[in-house]
């Protein structure tokens, strides 16, 4: 459950009072430039194939394609997951990453019933049993389930190297809106629980959906706030949102996306990475703003929250690096620095260690990622 708000601050954002930011920090930030940063000199990328476990979601934002109205939700097999990560680990994947519409509601009668005849209880068991075939199979699980309580969140984190979810943005804006809208304070509530919970965390901002620049300060200052706390926060996405069947408002543009790269640069600690999905942005025209990460790249799968922008190639990605005046590196879906026992389960350490051929993949990617 998320914490009582006690504090309003302009533009209509609402904060959870363990949060202290104020109104000098926030100017600070909306002054920097590209710049006041400097450019990185590696680029990281993983590999990996998405699981999209399924499209049913309790909230309606109206720039998403991925979730589907009752009725029409998916939910994959138990058959169809061993399907791809088996593929996934074929093709030198490492990652599972699976893709999700926060925990269906009551209106999903048929992938509630789905889930009682398959012999789970709830959404996040049957996420538990994907992430162990997951395993099985030889790559390392990173789930996204969006908004989770403690008790979700401890269903699943010993079977995922690292997890997710978006911020997007502490402001309360139309696109969130509805009788289901998200709320900012309950996401931030979850980054709170997986820094309590010691989880490898990836989150992000995302730019264009009726957000302003003190927003944008905002949603970095309360993420940085968290990393500090507990040091969870792996790495951070810039992400604009991108036109589809649902979303017609107007792109943001390049000069506005390397100021908000950049602004997340100098927001956050030094250890956070910086990603700009490299299928939804102008990406060389951002590397000098601060970025150092390209994402998780499938050789295997759509994106299939952006099924309309194709992932690019390795052979892309190193034409991007050498644009950039950097070294490409592959990493693992949890960044090198937490692969320690006080970070990962000891279920994922032995998946890791491992004398197979999966572990020795892993154990050469941390050992020299280099390409």
């Not at 009725?71 to 399907?83: D, F, H, K, V, Y």
């Not at 030889?138 to 979810?165: F, I, K």
Request: with cysteine; charged share 20%.
């Amino acid at each position: 459950m998320s914490s009582q708000p006690t504090e309003t601050h302009e533009q209509g954002t609402t904060l959870p009072d363990w949060l202290s930011i104020d109104s000098e920090a926030i100017d600070a930030l909306c002054s920097v430039t590209p710049g006041d940063v400097t450019p990185a000199t590696e680029l990281t990328f993983a590999r990996n194939v998405f699981v999209p476990l399924t499209t049913a979601c309790r909230y309606t934002c109206t720039y998403c394609t991925y979730y589907d109205p009752p009725g029409q939700a998916t939910l994959l097999t138990p058959e169809e997951i061993r399907s791809i990560v088996q593929t996934g680990a074929k093709t030198g994947c490492t990652e599972a990453l699976f893709t999700f519409g926060d925990d269906p509601d009551d209106r999903y009668t048929e992938i509630h019933e789905q889930l009682s005849d398959w012999g789970f209880e709830t959404i996040h068991d049957y996420l538990r049993h994907g992430c162990e075939i997951a395993l099985e199979e030889g790559l390392l699980p990173h789930a996204n389930p969006g908004d989770q309580t403690r008790a979700q969140m401890e269903t699943v984190a010993d079977v995922n190297a690292s997890m997710g979810v978006m911020l997007e943005t502490t402001a309360d804006v139309q696109a969130h809106g509805g009788p289901r809208a998200k709320s900012p304070a309950q996401r931030l509530q979850t980054l709170r629980t997986a820094g309590e919970l010691g989880v490898p965390f990836t989150t992000g901002i995302l730019i264009g959906i009726g957000e302003t620049w003190h927003d944008r300060a905002e949603s970095l200052l309360a993420i940085a706030e968290l990393a500090d706390q507990y040091g969870h926060i792996q790495e951070v996405l810039v992400q604009p949102v991108v036109q589809n069947e649902r979303w017609h408002g107007d792109s943001v543009s390049t000069e506005t996306l390397r100021r908000a790269v950049a602004m997340a640069r100098v927001a956050l600690p030094a250890s956070v990475s910086i990603q700009v999905p490299p299928n939804l942005a102008p990406i060389r025209s951002v590397l000098d703003c601060g970025v150092d990460d390209l994402g998780g790249v499938s050789p295997v799968t759509d994106d299939h929250i952006n099924p309309e922008h194709a992932w690019p190639a390795v052979e892309e990605l190193r034409s991007i690096a050498d644009h950039g005046d950097a070294t490409l590196t592959e990493r693992l879906p949890v960044y090198d620095h937490y692969v320690t026992e006080e970070w990962l389960s000891d279920r994922i350490r032995s998946a890791i260690e491992a004398d197979t051929p999966a572990g020795r993949r892993f154990q050469s990617i941390l050992a020299d990622g280099s390409l």
